[in-house]
């Protein structure tokens, strides 16, 4: 019944147009947040059925991407709240031995782990500043939070990330920003 002139389907295609498009970026996202493809696989699923429930209302909203961004970063927050989610049983990650022959994925891995021990909200910051590279005030906007706010969880998770890192040149410096 979905005819090129039911307003229905055309809702419907531009949904599944959306998602081809962004799916793909917002499970990286989701990923760096939560730091388990699984879990990131589960909260763009939970985001893009939020989507999906609001599509009729937004889908010709002009700032489609930063509605998904925040519906994505609302949903990882509230799946940090769960109780179940809150036990922790391995705090520490256990040290992990570097060698001169992994090079990239292992910089990588080293990474990914300094950054999931980060809190909940200096992570998205730094997911959205430097992976998703954007300004303050659209990483304030996206959070629900002042740009000085952004300002100083930028600073401490990575102030955090070079303690936990020590000599590895994989945090940027404020000279590289």
Known sequence: MGTAKDPAAARDQGFRDFYLARGTRLRATAYLL???WHLAEDLVQAAFTKLYLAWP???RYEHLDQYAHRTLLNTFFSERRRAWRREDPVRELPATPTTATGGDTEDRLVLLGALAGLPDRQRAT?????FEDMSV???ADLLGISPGAVKTHTSRALAALRTR???LALVPTEESR
Do not use: N
């Not at 730094?126 to 430097?130: E, T």
């Open 34 to 36: 939560c730091g388990d």
């Open 137 to 139: 005030e659209q990483t």
């Open 126 to 130: 730094l997911v959205l500043r430097f």
């Open 57 to 59: 209302r937004i889908y």
């Open 165 to 167: 890192l020590g000599s």
